[in-house]
Protein backbone atom coordinates (compact mmCIF):
# COMPACT_ATOMS: atom_id res chain seq x y z
CA UNK A 1 0.00 0.00 0.00
CA UNK A 2 1.46 3.46 -0.72
CA UNK A 3 1.46 6.49 1.66
CA UNK A 4 1.34 9.59 0.67
CA UNK A 5 2.91 13.30 1.73
CA UNK A 6 2.08 16.43 -0.12
CA UNK A 7 4.54 19.72 0.17
CA UNK A 8 5.06 22.97 -1.70
CA UNK A 9 1.34 24.58 -0.66
CA UNK A 10 1.71 28.89 0.44
CA UNK A 11 0.27 32.53 0.05
CA UNK A 12 0.98 33.51 -3.44
CA UNK A 13 -0.41 36.45 -5.48
CA UNK A 14 -3.25 36.25 -8.13
CA UNK A 15 -1.09 35.54 -11.29
CA UNK A 16 1.68 33.89 -9.66
CA UNK A 17 2.44 30.18 -9.55
CA UNK A 18 3.41 27.36 -7.18
CA UNK A 19 4.46 23.98 -7.23
CA UNK A 20 3.11 21.10 -5.48
CA UNK A 21 4.87 17.88 -4.67
CA UNK A 22 3.56 14.31 -3.48
CA UNK A 23 5.90 11.94 -1.92
CA UNK A 24 4.88 8.04 -2.10
CA UNK A 25 5.71 5.43 -0.05
CA UNK A 26 5.61 1.69 -1.16
CA UNK A 27 6.97 -0.48 -3.79
CA UNK A 28 4.30 -0.16 -6.46
CA UNK A 29 3.93 3.51 -6.40
CA UNK A 30 4.26 3.28 -10.35
CA UNK A 31 1.61 1.15 -10.72
CA UNK A 32 -0.56 3.50 -9.72
CA UNK A 33 -2.85 5.99 -11.21
CA UNK A 34 -2.67 9.26 -9.15
CA UNK A 35 -4.83 12.78 -8.94
CA UNK A 36 -4.86 15.92 -6.97
CA UNK A 37 -7.92 16.65 -5.87
CA UNK A 38 -8.61 20.42 -3.97
CA UNK A 39 -11.26 20.93 -1.26
CA UNK A 40 -12.04 25.20 -0.58
CA UNK A 41 -13.89 26.05 2.56
CA UNK A 42 -17.49 25.42 2.15
CA UNK A 43 -17.48 23.42 -0.90
CA UNK A 44 -17.27 20.07 -2.22
CA UNK A 45 -13.78 18.55 -2.78
CA UNK A 46 -13.32 18.41 -6.32
CA UNK A 47 -11.07 16.68 -8.96
CA UNK A 48 -8.15 19.21 -10.34
CA UNK A 49 -5.70 16.85 -12.29
CA UNK A 50 -4.89 13.08 -13.05
CA UNK A 51 -2.21 11.29 -14.42
CA UNK A 52 -1.58 7.85 -15.63
CA UNK A 53 0.92 4.90 -13.80
CA UNK A 54 3.21 5.65 -16.89
CA UNK A 55 2.71 9.45 -16.98
CA UNK A 56 1.46 8.85 -20.76
CA UNK A 57 -2.00 10.44 -19.88
CA UNK A 58 -3.13 13.25 -17.98
CA UNK A 59 -6.24 14.90 -17.94
CA UNK A 60 -7.56 18.13 -15.99
CA UNK A 61 -10.91 19.80 -14.64
CA UNK A 62 -11.98 22.36 -17.34
CA UNK A 63 -11.27 24.94 -14.27
CA UNK A 64 -7.77 24.59 -14.42
CA UNK A 65 -6.90 23.55 -17.92
CA UNK A 66 -3.73 25.33 -19.47
CA UNK A 67 -2.83 26.68 -16.00
CA UNK A 68 -2.05 23.40 -14.59
CA UNK A 69 0.64 20.77 -15.32
CA UNK A 70 0.54 16.93 -13.74
CA UNK A 71 3.69 14.86 -14.22
CA UNK A 72 5.44 13.04 -12.35
CA UNK A 73 9.01 11.02 -11.84
CA UNK A 74 8.25 6.84 -11.09
CA UNK A 75 11.87 6.71 -10.33
CA UNK A 76 11.92 9.09 -7.43
CA UNK A 77 8.21 7.94 -6.35
CA UNK A 78 6.69 11.64 -6.75
CA UNK A 79 3.80 13.39 -8.64
CA UNK A 80 4.02 16.81 -9.29
CA UNK A 81 1.66 20.20 -9.78
CA UNK A 82 2.99 23.46 -11.85
CA UNK A 83 0.05 25.65 -10.88
CA UNK A 84 1.18 29.05 -13.29
CA UNK A 85 -1.35 31.92 -13.25
CA UNK A 86 -3.06 31.58 -10.34
CA UNK A 87 -6.65 33.25 -9.15
CA UNK A 88 -8.26 33.37 -5.60
CA UNK A 89 -10.51 30.78 -6.97
CA UNK A 90 -7.71 28.39 -6.78
CA UNK A 91 -7.15 28.38 -2.72
CA UNK A 92 -8.05 25.44 -1.28
CA UNK A 93 -6.38 22.20 0.17
CA UNK A 94 -5.03 20.33 -2.11
CA UNK A 95 -4.70 16.52 -1.71
CA UNK A 96 -3.04 13.94 -3.74
CA UNK A 97 -4.43 10.45 -4.44
CA UNK A 98 -3.85 6.95 -5.37
CA UNK A 99 -7.23 4.67 -5.39
CA UNK A 100 -8.44 4.92 -1.85
CA UNK A 101 -5.31 6.46 -0.35
CA UNK A 102 -5.15 9.99 0.79
CA UNK A 103 -2.38 12.56 1.56
CA UNK A 104 -2.83 14.99 4.60
CA UNK A 105 -2.79 18.19 2.13
CA UNK A 106 -1.31 21.05 1.63
CA UNK A 107 -3.12 24.36 1.51
CA UNK A 108 -3.03 26.85 -1.06
CA UNK A 109 -3.72 30.46 -0.56
CA UNK A 110 -4.31 33.15 -3.30
CA UNK A 111 -4.72 36.71 -2.62
CA UNK A 112 -6.05 39.28 -4.98
Known amino acids: QVQLVESGGGLVQAGGSLRLSCAAS????????MAWFRQAPGKEREFVAGISSSGSITHYADSVKGRFTISRDNAKNMVYLQMNSLKPEDTAVYRC?????WGQGTQVTVSS
Open 26 to 33: GRTFSSYA
Open 97 to 101: NAEET
